[in-house]
């Protein structure tokens, strides 16, 4: 097994590289309304194919932000606020939609935008009233990143490059801002977003993608280490969709091509239809190419997106300098796993290419991979071979508590791989990427 990976991982070809992976497991999406109709503040839960599945009751008031949990077992939601209500955080069972509790709640009159978790397993949370950056724990515990001040209305993610926060703001001059996780550091990557509803990050290419809430069918791309926008007007489908974008992920289960999966709202867009839709980002300039599902116009909108476990590779510190390292494929249980590490990021001449699946595994392989999968780097990295268990899970631990301070800031890329010898290549999955960097030591 470890041959077999140590082949794959380290061979790069010229084929046509295409994000093609498993069919997605599902999507959730978030549902605001302001008309009041019983899907307000609900969380839908769609299959692979787009059929609704459940719906989870999140809260009593509008869903704004959807992600995966630290574990990637459960969905953490968010709702806004009233003036004399209080939002909070929920924890939704993905499978039954069942309201698991209430892990934080908010002042009164805060208005709770997106959520994404970092690598040591705590929430970030973009809060607009106090145009503040917010952490909480696995425990629950509220605690202040960064005070913004430029109202960050739009989406939070984690960026692949740095691990830190990427975090949308809706004040002139509309900025896209690199927020590092201590708060240390703000930075402005990209202005003149134009109501940036939604982000998403093209591994591949290392661009940005940021919806315009305000006007129907626009999106912005900000190229990899640049700072001006390329502005991308699509046209509608045949059934009049979508509206405005107000949510965005990037779907590494794209079967044919590298894809945005866009929540989209019809409140500003009357004529157009909301729902789930996929962006084609593959060419030269994105397209909307599908429709996964719509929602009731004049009742409800859908306002944010996540997929069903799609962070196959997560992280959790559980003490100063290490790290569970958790890997979850619930369609390869039983099946061997690598968990391939590199230094060098995920992009480069060191990415292995399939042929026969015309797949990318993102990681640029160095001297640190091919260490790892020859002789192995225990006692700082292990059961990073193995086999999943059989609800398709496995914990690796990465232990670098030895190292001196010196050590902070440096970053290891993270990748996994489940091995079938009937799969193209004898690879069955390869997962997106994941960066822990080194901190606390």
Same mark, same amino acid.
């Given at each position: 097994?470890?041959?077999?990976?140590?082949?794959?991982?380290?061979?790069?070809?010229?084929?046509?590289?295409?994000?093609?992976?498993?069919?997605?497991?599902?999507?959730?999406?978030?549902?605001?309304?302001?008309?009041?109709?019983?899907?307000?503040?609900?969380? $839908?839960?769609?299959?692979?194919?787009?059929?609704?599945?459940?719906?989870?009751?999140?809260?009593?008031?509008?869903?704004?932000?959807?992600?995966?949990?630290?574990?990637?077992?459960? $969905?953490?939601?968010?709702?806004?606020?009233?003036?004399?209500?209080?939002?909070?955080?929920?924890?939704?069972?993905?499978?039954?939609?069942?309201?698991?509790?209430?892990?934080?709640?908010? &002042?009164?009159?805060?208005?709770?935008?997106?959520?994404?978790?970092?690598?040591?397993?705590?929430?970030?949370?973009?809060?607009?009233?106090?145009?503040?950056?917010?952490?909480?724990?696995?425990?629950?515990?509220?605690?202040?990143?960064?005070?913004?001040?430029?109202?960050?209305?739009?989406?939070?993610?984690?960026?692949?490059?740095?691990?830190?926060?990427?975090?949308?703001?809706?004040?002139?001059?509309?900025?896209?801002?690199? @927020?590092?996780?201590?708060?240390?550091?703000?930075?402005?990557?990209?202005?003149?977003?134009?109501?940036? +509803?939604?982000?998403?990050?093209?591994?591949?290419?290392?661009?940005?993608?940021?919806?315009?809430?305000?006007?129907?069918?626009?999106?912005? &791309?900000?190229?990899?280490?640049?700072?001006?926008?390329?502005?991308?007007?699509?046209?509608?489908?045949?059934?009049?969709?979508?509206?405005?974008?107000?949510?965005?992920?990037?779907?590494?289960?794209?079967?044919?091509?590298?894809?945005?999966?866009?929540?989209?709202?019809?409140?500003?867009?009357?004529?157009?239809?909301?729902?789930?839709?996929?962006?084609?980002?593959?060419? $030269?300039?994105?397209?909307?190419?599908?429709?996964?599902?719509?929602?009731?116009?004049? &009742?409800?909108?859908?306002?944010?997106?996540?997929?069903?476990?799609?962070?196959?590779?997560?992280?959790?510190?559980?003490?100063?300098?290490?790290?569970?390292?958790?890997?979850?494929?619930?369609?390869?249980?039983?099946?061997?796993?690598?968990?391939?590490?590199?230094?060098?990021?995920?992009?480069?001449?060191?990415?292995?290419?399939?042929? &026969?699946?015309?797949?990318?595994?993102?990681?640029?392989?160095?001297?640190?991979?091919?260490?790892?999968?020859?002789?192995?780097?225990?006692? +700082?990295? @292990?059961?990073?071979?193995?086999?999943?268990?059989?609800?398709?899970?496995?914990?690796?631990?990465?232990?670098?508590?030895? +190292?001196?301070?010196?050590?902070?800031?440096?970053?290891?890329?993270?990748?996994?791989?489940?091995?079938?010898?009937?799969?193209?290549?004898?690879?069955?999955?390869?997962?997106?990427?994941?960066?822990?960097?080194?901190?606390?030591?």
């Amino acid at each position: 097994m470890t041959r077999l990976a140590t082949v794959a991982l380290a061979t790069a070809l010229t084929a046509t590289t295409v994000f093609a992976q498993n069919h997605p497991n599902g999507y959730a999406g978030g549902v605001i309304n302001f008309s009041k109709a019983p899907t307000e503040g609900s969380v $839908l839960i769609y299959d692979g194919a787009g059929n609704l599945v459940t719906s989870a009751a999140a809260g009593v008031n509008n869903t704004h932000g959807v992600c995966m949990d630290h574990n990637n077992r459960l $969905l953490v939601a968010t709702d806004l606020s009233s003036s004399n209500s209080a939002p909070s955080i929920h924890i939704i069972d993905p499978t039954t939609g069942a309201n698991l509790g209430t892990l934080a709640t908010f &002042q009164p009159g805060d208005w709770l935008r997106d959520i994404t978790v970092g690598q040591n397993g705590n929430y970030y949370v973009n809060e607009t009233t106090r145009d503040t950056v917010f952490r909480v724990d696995t425990l629950g515990n509220i605690s202040t990143v960064a005070v913004l001040g430029n109202n960050p209305w739009g989406g939070i993610d984690i960026d692949i490059d740095s691990g830190d926060l990427l975090v949308q703001s809706g004040a002139t001059p509309d900025p896209l801002q690199l @927020v590092a996780r201590d708060g240390s550091t703000v930075t402005t990557i990209a202005t003149s977003l134009d109501s940036r +509803f939604g982000i998403a990050q093209d591994i591949p290419t290392g661009d940005i993608y940021s919806g315009s809430g305000d006007t129907p069918l626009r999106v912005f &791309q900000v190229p990899y280490q640049q700072t001006s926008p390329n502005l991308i007007q699509m046209s509608t489908l045949a059934n009049g969709g979508p509206g405005s974008t107000y949510s965005m992920r990037a779907d590494r289960a794209s079967p044919l091509f590298r894809q945005v999966i866009v929540g989209s709202c019809w409140t500003l867009c009357p004529n157009l239809i909301g729902g789930l839709y996929t962006m084609d980002v593959s060419g $030269l300039t994105p397209v909307i190419t599908g429709v996964i599902s719509t929602v009731v116009t004049g &009742q409800s909108d859908l306002y944010e997106v996540e997929l069903l476990y799609r962070r196959n590779v997560h992280s959790n510190l559980t003490a100063r300098g290490q790290w569970d390292i958790g890997i979850k494929i619930p369609e390869d249980a039983n099946k061997p796993y690598v968990l391939a590490v590199s230094a060098s990021g995920v992009r480069g001449r060191g990415v292995a290419r399939f042929p &026969q699946s015309a797949r990318t595994a993102w990681l640029n392989t160095d001297s640190v991979t091919f260490l790892a999968l020859r002789t192995g780097l225990a006692p +700082f990295l @292990v059961n990073d071979k193995g086999t999943l268990d059989g609800n398709g899970e496995a914990i690796a631990k990465l232990d670098m508590s030895l +190292f001196g301070p010196s050590a902070n800031g440096i970053r290891l890329w993270f990748l996994a791989v489940t091995i079938d010898a009937n799969a193209p290549d004898g690879i069955a999955t390869i997962t997106d990427p994941h960066v822990i960097k080194l901190e606390g030591l």
